[in-house]
């Protein structure tokens, strides 16, 4: 298996500019999350779907973020307009829930934004 | 809310040094508990984990017990290699559901 695929790796874009972010879950998996990593808050919680249904998006930090998954192999973050403040790694992962019983996250690479 | 506090890095050993790093938590219910390991350059990847009170996972040579009575989680290794040299990150995730609240990290660096 190929593992959680993200793109790109790394992006720089000017600030107001729209960015997305693209994830390919492990497939079978049927949750896939979205986390952003910042050396003042660490890794944090933005988003998590389950069988493509955003469940909990308390994470999303202000309406200029959003997300989608529109089938079982591929999610978007979109950030529009950009802000300087934005710059992070943005990881994707993905699991199973199967029988009531829960299995690990496996984390894609990440993205690494930088908004200039 | 659920937290996780692990100890502020960096933390530097000479190889073969013994290691510890502290997490304690905090949670309604009885969550299950993670420590997950990220190398330079790459994603995480789950190093350990328990489900319940003291149960103890291990791995390559890791090992942390659940401890409810001291909500805490502490990472231990015997012996670090080179190799170990990374930022571990203690999570927890909560009964209602599966999302992941992470530590801030520690980062280890081990010295020939």
């Known amino acids: 298996d190929a593992g959680v695929i993200q793109s790109p790796r790394h992006e720089v874009t000017e600030m107001g500019q729209e960015v997305t972010l693209r994830c390919k879950p492990i497939?079978?998996?049927?949750?896939l999350f979205w986390y952003r990593q910042t050396m003042m808050r660490g890794l944090e919680l933005l988003i998590y779907?389950?069988?493509?249904?955003?469940?909990?998006d308390s994470g999303m930090p202000e309406d200029r973020f959003s997300a989608k998954m529109p089938n079982a192999s591929f999610s978007t973050l979109k950030i529009q307009p950009s802000e300087p403040r934005d710059s992070a790694v943005y990881f994707c992962?993905?699991?199973?829930?199967?029988?009531?019983?829960?299995?690990?996250?496996?984390f894609g690479p990440g993205t690494r934004l930088t908004v200039t | 809310g659920n937290s996780v506090t692990q100890m502020e890095g960096p933390v530097t050993l000479s190889e073969e040094a013994f290691l510890t790093i502290n997490c304690t938590y905090t949670?309604?219910?009885?969550?299950?508990l993670f420590w997950y390991v990220q190398y330079p350059g790459e994603g995480l990847q789950l190093l350990l984990k328990?489900?319940?009170?003291?149960d103890k996972g291990s791995n390559k040579g890791f090992e942390a017990t659940y401890r409810k009575e001291t909500t805490s989680f502490h990472l231990e290794k015997g012996s670090v290699q080179v190799s170990d040299s990374a930022v571990y990150f203690c999570?927890?995730?909560?009964?209602?559901?599966?999302?992941?609240?992470f530590g801030k990290g520690t980062s280890l660096l081990v010295t020939p």
């Open positions: 999570a927890l995730s909560a009964n209602s559901g599966y999302a992941l609240n």
């Open positions: 992962a993905s699991s199973l829930r199967s029988g009531g019983k829960w299995y690990e996250q496996y």
């Open positions: 497939s079978g998996h049927d949750y």
């Open positions: 779907f389950n069988n493509n249904v955003p469940i909990d």
């Open positions: 328990a489900t319940k009170a003291d």
């Open positions: 949670a309604t219910g009885y969550p299950s």
